[in-house]
């Protein structure tokens, strides 16, 4: 039985390979099992003036779809109210001012509590993932009065009136 050195450093780097695919597996087993953080807490006052609202995601969807998403950000989102206008960004940031939104309706299932905003002249929409119930009352009852609300989202708004929401809790 005769073994060449070649036979030798090519069974010696099959099992290095393998040592190295099966420690990649673990990697990428632990980094998957690790949860995501949720957004920051709110503080109060959080939201006016320029501050930005923590969000978890952004997304530009169609009107008639409202589920269905052409674009995301999870990224680095960005959902501001400024004065009369709406700061965001999905793929890129944009401003669009607060009267061109037609509507404002309020969408949640599976642990996602968004906000779905409709343009007057736009068939796209820009929907805001806030993370839970509590911030999008806290949301919600930012907007200035004369932005129409559905009834869904009229509803979030005084239960979370009702419930005197702390959003620093």
């Given at each position: 039985m005769d073994i060449s050195w070649m036979e030798l450093a090519f069974g010696a780097l099959v099992v290095i390979a393998q040592g190295l695919s099966f420690w990649f597996m673990y990697w990428l087993f632990k980094k998957l099992r690790k949860p995501k953080s949720v957004a920051p807490a709110y503080a109060p006052g959080t939201g006016l003036d320029g501050k930005a609202i923590a969000?978890?995601?952004?997304?530009?969807?169609?009107?008639?779809?409202?589920?269905?998403?052409?674009?995301?950000?999870?990224?680095?989102?960005?959902?501001?109210?400024?004065?009369?206008?709406?700061?965001?960004?999905?793929?890129?940031?944009?401003?669009?001012?607060?009267?061109?939104?037609?509507?404002?309706?309020?969408?949640?299932?599976?642990?996602?509590?968004?906000?779905v905003f409709e343009f007057a002249d736009s068939p796209f929409t820009l929907i805001v993932n806030l993370g839970s119930a509590s911030r999008m009352a806290y949301v919600l009852s930012l907007m200035p009065p004369g932005i129409p609300l559905s009834e869904r989202a009229?509803?979030?708004?005084?239960?979370?009136?009702?419930?005197?929401?702390?959003?620093?809790?």
């Open positions: 969000v978890l995601a952004t997304f530009i969807g169609l009107r008639r779809l409202p589920w269905v998403a052409l674009a995301s950000n999870s990224l680095n989102p960005v959902f501001r109210l400024e004065g009369q206008q709406v700061i965001y960004r999905v793929l890129c940031q944009k401003q669009r001012p607060l009267g061109d939104v037609s509507r404002v309706d309020m969408r949640s299932a599976y642990g996602t509590f968004n906000l009229q509803a979030a708004r005084l239960a979370g009136n009702a419930a005197q929401y702390q959003p620093w809790v």
